[in-house]
Each structure stands twice: as structure tokens, then as C-alpha cells.
Nanobody, 125 residues
Framework: QVRLVESGGGLVQTGGSLRLSCETS????????IGWFRQAPGKEREAVSC????????YYTDSVEGRFTMYRDNAENTVYLQMDDLKPEDSAVYSC??????????????????WGQGTQVSVSS
């Protein structure tokens, strides 16, 4: 059974850092792509970063490029999102997700079928 559990959210000041974790089970992490997403109140969910198995690359949406780093520890079955220089506009519920068998498109919501419950990130000004 696929399971994704996020943790590491919290309240920080502008310019601060947080590291989010996505603990996974039920599948092989090194054979699968994972994406990080966020949803702020009143806004649609957006893709933040993703691992693209086709080229092995890790991609970021423009607004977090250079500030966020996604990486994974296959031995621990965990994916991380290191977030630095946080801004109030980064405040949202952050979730990790796994694509289903029909394929996916990196940095979009397309194809991500399995989701964690999310963790709240709040950045004060």
C-alpha cells in the first residue's frame, strides 16, 4: 500500500529555513518520481518541485528556484525539501505526491495519484 507522510512544517520568520520530509512506503523510491506541491488559502494547488525519471533531473517552479532544494535518501525512503530564504508568499500546505501508472508531467498536477496529508508552512513578515 502506497503511503506518503509529510512532516517538518512550522512557523518561521521571513528569511528563515525549514526542511520538509516526505516519508514513503509501499513502493521503491529510487524507481519512482516524486513531486512537492503547495496550496495556499484561496489559491489552487501548484507544483513546487519534482524529480523527473526520464532525465534524472530535479526541477523547480520559478518562484522557488535558488531557494528550495529537493533531494532524496533512498535508503531511508524519504524525500526532502530544504527551503531557505522563506518569504510570506511561501506560506501554504505542502504535500508530496507519487505519480500513478498512467504517467505524469513534471511541475504540473498531471498524473500524480497518491498524496500525503500535507504539512503547514507559515512565514511571518
Amino acid at each position: 500500500q502506497v503511503r506518503l507522510v509529510e512532516s517538518g512544517g512550522g512557523l518561521v520568520q521571513t528569511g528563515g529555513s525549514l526542511r520538509l520530509s516526505c516519508e514513503t512506503s509501499g513502493f521503491s523510491l529510487d524507481d519512482n518520481a516524486i513531486g512537492w506541491f503547495r496550496q495556499a488559502p484561496g489559491k489552487e494547488r501548484e507544483a513546487v518541485s519534482c524529480i523527473n525519471l526520464k532525465d534524472g533531473g530535479i526541477y523547480y517552479t520559478d518562484s522557488v528556484e535558488g531557494r528550495f532544494t529537493m533531494y532524496r535518501d533512498n535508503a531511508e525512503n524519504t524525500v526532502y525539501l530544504q527551503m531557505d530564504d522563506l518569504k510570506p508568499e511561501d506560506s501554504a500546505v505542502y504535500s508530496c505526491a507519487l505519480p500513478g501508472p498512467s504517467g505524469y508531467m513534471c511541475l504540473t498536477l498531471l498524473g500524480y495519484d497518491y498524496w500525503g496529508q500535507g504539512t503547514q508552512v507559515s512565514v511571518s513578515s
